[in-house]
């Protein structure tokens, strides 16, 4: 039984794949994607999906026109945060670009798939009114407790991808996220030049 998608009407069909380590093999994902008579696949091998730029998905997204379709084995090689997969499935849309999942079953050019670009919309609005709320709170009891600054803390993993976030989003200033982390905007700087070691460390 032909259990491939259908793509009606697509102007080009472009595959991605991605591994997150030099030692894991796209072979599996080329091999799908090869199926579907793509007629372009892009790769990224050995590139984290925590990182918003990727070489093989910066060149995909350049060639992108209305008409086309992205397809993926699976949604986490496209992107490990909702954050991340809201603003690529966002820009698709915009770009009237259709989207497909192999393994998760999303297909954009199917009523139940536009339903994706509406779940993932709304994940990732819900996470930054989380995240924006625990600023504020933090804030908050920062000042309750008087807090006038001292010797800055270190900021551990959380609290740089909450820090990450934020800054990426642009809703909160620098100083603001620093104080409520009880650390120096210096501190939040030098804690992200190095987020590609370990932003969402251990992510495949």
């Known amino acids: 039984m032909n259990i491939l998608p259908v793509f009606e009407g697509a102007a080009r069909k472009f595959g991605y794949a991605r591994v997150s380590t030099k030692k894991q093999k796209l072979d599996s994902q080329l091999e799908a994607l090869r199926k579907l ?51 690529l499935l966002k820009t698709f849309r915009m770009l009237d670009v259709h989207f497909c999942s192999l393994t998760d079953g999303i297909n954009t050019q199917t009523s139940a798939g536009k339903l994706t670009y509406h779940i993932v919309s709304a994940m990732s609005e819900f996470q930054r009114d989380i995240t924006r709320e625990n600023i504020h709170a933090g804030l908050e009891a920062a000042r309750a407790k008087g807090r006038t600054g001292g010797r800055p803390r270190k900021l551990d993993e959380r609290l740089v991808r909450e820090a990450y ?26 804690a992200l030049g190095g987020i590609d070691s370990f932003f969402f460390a251990g992510a495949a």
Request: charged fraction near 30%; proline fraction near 3%; aromatic fraction near 6%.
């Open 37 to 87: 008579e793509c007629d372009h696949v892009f790769m990224d091998h050995g590139v984290s999906g925590a990182r918003d730029s990727r070489e093989g998905l910066d060149e995909m997204m350049a060639e992108l026109r209305a008409g086309d379709v992205v397809i993926v084995w699976k949604l986490d090689r496209l992107g490990r945060s909702v954050a991340h997969l809201a603003s």
């Open 165 to 190: 976030y934020l800054m990426k989003q642009g809703d909160v200033p620098v100083k603001d996220i620093a104080r409520a982390f009880e650390v120096s905007p210096s501190t939040i700087y030098r």
